[in-house]
């Protein structure tokens, strides 16, 4: 019983490390979990009676960066000091990337099962954070704007999506036959803050071939919804924060499973079908003529320099006033509805025997008017009646090398579990990355996407299983 615990403790503190993967693969095959459902509405949990802990329940958080990672950016030079290689760093960048961070906080959540329902509700707080940056942007910064003589930059891409909401989600399931299996979930939605660079803005750059002037043409729409208090000298209210219900939307989860027989399974998803309808403390920027041009002929330094600071400041005041006049940006201050990021999943398993499962999970997040694929490969493991232990490998924003793991441990009436799509990540040696006098097991250099979901659940009503080896004493 000894090495099954340090199996479990080793687990856990491999998911730890990895504290922050844009998406949360590995507990889709985790039906022992409640938050299953998250993924599918239609995977009803094997336990009678969940009662998430407080707070507790549900603890997700993720980052991600889709252009490079960590051991791009270091080399080791030849007096074994490390250097920056930013044209590294550069090559390694797709046309767009985005840099993502996400977390999701479950504050109340429960679930039962009558007869062949299932009913569950749940109230989570959502953040996300997505920056989009485009490869020529990262090689104009770099590289300076001779690269881009007699042809364009093309900046498509740029911009901030960030939102904060909290979601109170009501889900049924039904089991209609030994076959099929159909689920929904319907959410009430408050939208409490948002900046949103809508998908089809565009910004594009070119360099004059004999006086390097620059041009630059844009088109975009950003829309706002903040407190004022953040760009004022005020304190900020966070009772009116949390309390403000003027940003209302909706969304549907909808879900399906069918066994074809006892062996395979397959099973679908579509998540956060909806928007948000934003009203309160709302600004919208626009420039929207695409004719419109600023040309920039750079900044004689010596003039600045030989001139007094009201008069730097006059030529700067000037500077920015041509942009704007240019630019011909509108500020507005109209209502708007923010789509949710949909997702959907396509799953294939197969059970091995009444304890090993593998699966396939096809993975599409919808965002910038494009889809974002993931592909997850998972071996699902039932040791006894207290632990159930998956492990994948995902495919995943521009990563070949995401290998996930998951626990979910019955102490009795109480489930804890921990969830990583790259928790193996960091057990990669820094000597492969700079020097072979280095290792360490915690640095996450190859990793793109870092994730963690953990929980406590109380369930009761376990169906009882077979009992089996859990491993040799």
């Known amino acids: 019983m000894k090495k099954i615990y340090t199996i479990i403790v080793f687990f856990v503190l491999c998911l730890i490390q990895s504290s922050f993967s844009q998406n949360d693969l590995t507990i889709y095959y985790l039906q022992s979990i409640p938050q299953s459902t998250y993924s599918n509405p239609a995977l009803i949990p094997e336990c009678k009676v969940h009662i998430g802990i407080p707070v507790m329940s549900s603890l997700y958080t993720s980052f991600s960066n889709g252009g490079f990672n960590i051991k791009d950016i270091f080399y080791n030079r030849s007096d074994d000091s490390v250097g920056i290689n ?55 910064i770099w590289n300076g704007n001779s690269q881009f003589i007699n042809k364009k930059a093309d900046f498509k891409g740029l911009g901030i999506n960030a939102i904060h909401y909290t979601e109170f989600a009501l889900g049924y399931a039904r089991t209609i036959n030994d076959k099929l299996t159909i689920g929904g979930k319907g959410k ?138 240019s630019f011909n940006v509108s500020e507005t201050k109209n209502s708007y509805n923010y789509p949710l990021n949909s997702i959907v999943n396509i799953g294939f398993s197969y059970n091995l025997s009444p304890y090993d499962k593998i699966g396939i999970l096809l993975h599409g997040e919808f965002y910038t008017r494009s889809v974002h694929p993931a592909i997850a490969l998972s071996y699902n ?76 659940n109380l369930v009761f009503g376990y169906r009882k299983i077979i009992n089996i080896p859990m491993l040799n004493e």
Do not use: C
């Open 381 to 456: 493991r039932q040791l006894g009646q207290m632990l159930r232990i998956t492990t994948t490998y995902s495919i995943n924003n521009r990563s070949w090398l995401d290998l996930g793991l998951g626990i979910a441990l019955n102490l009795g009436f109480l489930q804890i579990y921990a969830i990583g799509d790259n928790a193996l990540g960091f057990l990669i040696h820094d000597k492969y990355l700079i020097s072979d006098k280095k290792e360490s097991f915690i640095f996450p250099s190859y990793s793109k996407n870092l994730n963690l979901h953990f929980g406590l």
């Open 188 to 325: 009430f939605l408050i939208g409490h803050a948002n900046i949103w660079t809508k998908g089809n803005s565009k910004m594009n750059l070119s360099v004059a071939d004999s006086s390097y002037d620059i041009t630059v043409n844009s088109y975009f729409t950003i829309n706002t919804s903040v407190p004022p208090q953040w760009f004022e000298n005020k304190d900020f209210d966070i009772k009116n924060y949390f309390t403000n219900f003027n940003n209302k939307g909706l969304a549907l989860d909808l879900g399906i499973q069918y066994k074809f027989n006892d062996k395979f399974t397959l099973s679908a998803s579509a998540i956060d079908l909806g928007y948000i309808h934003w009203t309160k403390d709302v600004k919208n920027y626009s420039h929207l003529d695409q004719t419109n041009s600023f040309i920039f002929k750079g900044i004689n330094l010596n003039d600045f320099l030989n001139k007094s600071d009201s008069a730097f400041d006059a030529e700067i005041d000037n500077l920015l006033d041509s942009l704007s006049n």
């Open 86 to 140: 930013i044209d590294r760093v550069i090559n390694k960048l797709g046309k767009k990337n985005f840099l993502t961070f996400k977390t999701q906080i479950e504050l109340v959540s429960f679930g039962f099962k009558a007869k062949q329902n299932y009913f569950n509700y749940s109230m989570s707080e959502k953040i996300l954070f997505r920056f989009g940056y485009p490869r020529d942007l990262i090689s104009l």
